[in-house]
């Protein structure tokens, strides 16, 4: 409290055209600090919280549009498989293989029944093989249910005994 006094004893000890002065300066340090401590931080957050938003929103947006592609592919991608349905599982699997360049690989193939087949392949590329069966289940609805693979005397190259199965 002796301070505050001793503010007052001052402040009233100066002229008329002091005490103005040190009520400006005064109002101009308070509006400063106002200005710096409440506006600006809450004008800065609104700032990134709009940027933050419109982030979102145009994730959002290309979200949207991946998920309707997506769909359009999955629709797409049925109807490849549905087109096929009918053939037995054998004859894709040896048209698939052939146009994959596996036919000379193909030892064994026995159909197990119209949606199933065994396959034996020997000295294969282990990389064309598992392109194989990727178009097998895209195309086909056709995925594998067991398969054994052996690593073949060539580098890169398996021996493969696989139950294929349609979905």
């Known amino acids: 409290m002796k301070q505050l006094e001793d503010i007052q004893h001052w402040y009233h000890g100066l002229q008329q055209r002091e005490r103005q002065l040190v009520l400006a300066a005064s109002a101009v340090i308070v509006t400063t600090l106002l ?33 309707t592609e997506v769909r359009t592919l ?32 193909l030892r064994k193939l026995e159909s197990t029944s119209d949606k199933g087949a065994r396959v034996t392949i020997d000295d294969a590329s282990f990389d064309q093989v598992l392109l194989w069966l990727s178009t097998l289940q895209t195309q086909y609805g056709i995925s594998v249910s067991s398969a054994n693979f052996d690593r073949a005397d060539k580098a890169g190259a398996i021996n493969a005994r696989m139950t294929l199965d349609r979905d």
Request: charged share 15%.
């Open 74 to 105: 999955q629709a797409s991608g049925a109807a490849k498989r549905q087109t096929n349905s009918s053939q037995p599982v054998s004859l894709l699997v040896e048209k698939s293989a052939a146009t994959a360049g596996l036919k000379p690989y």
């Open 35 to 67: 200005y710096l401590t409440i506006w600006e931080p809450i004008h800065k957050g609104v700032e990134v919280q709009t940027q933050k938003y419109q982030t979102q929103i145009d994730i959002l947006d290309w979200m949207q549009a991946a998920a």
